[in-house]
């Protein structure tokens, strides 16, 4: 109950903080939208534009991290830069143990004294840096949910200066990353504080690196051509807190910002998995669980998970002829002997078990193999070693062409199952402008 009393008192600062941007708009959006594309290094990109006058980021998602952060080395220039000083309502909101920065050349964006400093994170490479907490102007478009309405602006959107050695191993024209984790600062929470909707959004990634899919942040409908409605065919399934941070760098007694469920067993061809269930659940320490991500491109498991679900999957398709593994897989089959169906390859489907056993996330053809040349086809799941901090990280590559709703206020998730199943893909949002 404290953490709820705190959370809401949090909330009304940052929406104190950020109300401003209704007066700065004629009308209150219910919900914006952003495109996300598929790079070919597996990234998956958004674009918003910032600073005054505005300019285009593209920004690789991270779906559970605390921030947005861009490179303030290179080009920044921009009239409405703001940086937060320390012990600031800003500097509280986006962390209880910020740095107090001081820099020691010309002052310029992301070097000022007296600022709020914090550590953002490149988790692609897993490296981090300090860097001055800092505001700005930032442009999206809202959304009726059919398609792109009016764009609207956010005069004083926190976000986290980092360098141009962060960029290391972004694709290119990436100039820094956007988080969706839960807390105070990350976008959708700083979105929803803004404009006053629901705290929650909704991720759909194309497979397809030709055209985007789409993020959603703020209320519903989530409508794809040709008129297919998924706001109200989602499945529910807690969110779970892990009690130590899973950033890169972190103080002691912060909590993960990142999203877990809770994965009860695995059934392959209707036998389950034999796993050791301790590995699911979070210990004390914050190891184990599931989480979900957009910065892992495959579903990595703790070894004995993987050894596990692979023999059971390779058991189950044993008429299927075995092909050399082509790496980071373990199991590659002669794709000529497997068939074609309107949910991919015709393998059996992998089932994660929830809450009980009737709220099932099955994982279809489309979404566990990875056709990595001609006639080879593998279980796109690698190996995560022994003693991993997350048993089960659920890759990109396993949540295309689903809808996942991130309802922060509810902590729950709602999925859709595949899109392919309703005939739609994620790829299927109008992002034609309605004026
Ligand atoms: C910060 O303060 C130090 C010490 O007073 C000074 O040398 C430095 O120039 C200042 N830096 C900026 C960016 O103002
Ligand atoms: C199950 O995993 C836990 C956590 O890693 C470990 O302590 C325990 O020894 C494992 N049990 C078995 C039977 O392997
Ligand atoms: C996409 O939206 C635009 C604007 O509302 C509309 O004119 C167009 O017909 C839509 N496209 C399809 C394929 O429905």
């Known amino acids: 109950m404290a953490t709820s009393t705190s959370l809401s008192f949090f909330y009304s600062v940052l929406f104190l903080l950020l109300s401003s941007a209704i007066a700065a708009t004629s009308f209150r959006p219910k919900a914006l939208v952003l495109p996300v594309t598929k790079h070919p290094s597996l990234q998956y990109i958004t674009q918003i534009r910032q600073r005054t006058p505005l300019v285009p980021l593209k920004l690789t998602v991270d779906l559970g991290s605390q921030f947005m952060w861009v490179d303030c080395d290179r080009g920044y220039i921009s009239s409405t830069y703001k940086p937060a000083r320390c012990r600031s309502a800003q500097c509280n909101l986006a962390s209880k143990s910020s740095g107090c920065g001081q820099c020691f050349s010309p002052p310029r964006p992301g070097c000022n004294n007296n600022t709020c400093s914090l550590f953002p994170g490149n988790t692609i490479i897993h490296l981090s840096t300090s860097g001055e907490l800092a505001s700005d102007v930032v442009s999206v478009s809202s959304t009726d949910g059919f ?6 602006t ?15 191993g972004l694709a290119g024209g990436v100039t820094g990353m956007a988080g969706f984790g839960r807390n105070g600062i990350s976008l959708p929470s700083q979105f929803s504080a803004a404009f006053s909707f629901n705290r929650k959004f ?9 055209f985007p899919g789409v993020i959603f942040s703020g209320n519903g409908p989530y409508h794809f051509l040709p008129n297919i409605d998924l706001t109200d065919s989602l499945t529910y399934t807690p969110l779970f807190i892990n009690p130590v941070s899973t950033a890169g760098v972190f103080t ?6 990142e999203y877990f469920i809770g994965v009860k067993s695995i059934v392959i061809n209707s036998k389950t998995v034999p796993l050791n269930t301790t590995l699911l659940k979070i210990d004390s320490n914050g190891v184990g669980g599931t989480k979900i991500s957009t910065v892992d491109p495959y579903t990595v498991l703790e070894s004995s998970i993987y050894n596990a679900v692979l023999k059971t999957f390779t058991t189950a398709l044993k008429n299927i002829p075995r092909v050399a593994a082509v790496a980071p897989f373990g199991a590659c089959f002669n794709a000529k002997s ?3 169906t309107r949910l991919g390859p015709g393998v059996p489907s992998i089932e994660l078990i929830l809450q009980n056993k009737k709220v099932i996330w099955r994982i279809f053809g489309a979404n566990s193999m990875v056709h990595v040349k001609d ?9 995560g070693g022994v003693n991993p901090r997350t048993s089960i990280v659920i890759g990109a590559h396993q949540i295309e062409n689903n809808l996942l709703e991130f309802d922060l206020a509810t902590s729950r998730l709602g999925f859709s199952a595949t899109l392919l199943g309703r005939m739609t893909t994620c790829a299927n949002f109008n992002f034609t402008s309605k004026p």
């Open 147 to 152: 398609n792109p309405t009016k764009p609207v």
């Open 154 to 168: 956010v005069p004083n959107f926190l976000f986290v200066c980092g360098t141009t050695f962060l960029l290391d």
């Open 252 to 257: 002691t007694g912060e909590k993960s910002t």
């Open 202 to 210: 909704a991720i759909c990634l194309s497979g397809s690196t030709s």
């Open 338 to 340: 497997i068939s074609s």
């Open 375 to 383: 006639d080879v086809l593998c279980l796109g799941f690698v190996d």
